[in-house]
Structures are given as C-alpha cells and as structure tokens.
C-alpha cells in the first residue's frame, strides 16, 4: 500500500520560511518523480515544484528563486523549502509521486497560511 505523509505545515508571517516534508512508504521510490502542488480556496491544484529521478527540476514561475525542492532516496523523502513566503503562497500543499508508467499517488495535503 503506497502512503504519502506531508508534514511541516502552519502559520507564517510574510517573508517567513517553511519546510514541507513528505514520506513516501509502500514503492520503489528512486524511479519516480516527486513533487508538490498547491490549491488555494477557490483556485485549481498548481504544480509548484517537482524534481525527477534524474534530479532534473520544474518550478512554477510565481516561486522560482524562493522555494526549492529536495528528495532524500535513502530516506525515501521530498522537501519542499520555502522562503520569502507571501500571502499569495496561502494554500494546501499536497505531495505527489509519477512513476514511469504515469501512475500517480498523492499525499493527504498539508494547510500552510502565510499571514501577519
């Protein structure tokens, strides 16, 4: 049974940081993409960052130079940093892997609020 845990989630005065973790148990997971996506109240789900097995990476324009995201294959673990956070970055955060295939699993979400 494949199970993603995102942790690291809460409040945060703008300019803060965070760093979002996620555990991924139950696949082979060196082979597949990570990534983490977000979805704001009233807004569809965006890819925020996402790094491939090959340690190539993808990050959404709006966070470019401010989040970076990590994976840890001994640990079987995504990081997603984040810094200079803005309110605009208030969301829940979700963690996600793609295998070859195209299979996808997605973690249960973790709410991060950038607020003063």
């Known amino acids: 049974q494949v199970q993603l845990v995102e942790t690291g989630g809460g409040l945060v005065q703008p300019g803060g940081s965070l760093r979002l973790s996620c555990r991924a148990s139950?696949?082979?997971?060196?082979?597949?993409?990570v990534g983490w996506s977000r979805q704001a109240p009233g807004k569809q789900r965006e890819l925020v960052a996402r790094?491939?097995?090959?340690?190539?990476?993808n990050y959404a324009d709006s966070v470019k130079g401010r989040f970076a995201i990590t994976r840890d294959n001994a640990k079987n673990m995504v990081y997603l940093q984040m810094q200079s956070l803005k309110p605009e970055d208030t969301a829940v955060y979700y963690c996600?892997?793609?295998?070859?295939?195209?299979?996808?699993?997605w973690g249960q979400g973790t709410q991060v609020t950038v607020s003063s």
């Open positions: 996600h892997l793609v295998g070859p295939s195209g299979r996808e699993y």
């Open positions: 790094r491939t097995s090959s340690d190539s990476t």
């Open positions: 139950g696949v082979f997971f060196r082979i597949y993409t």
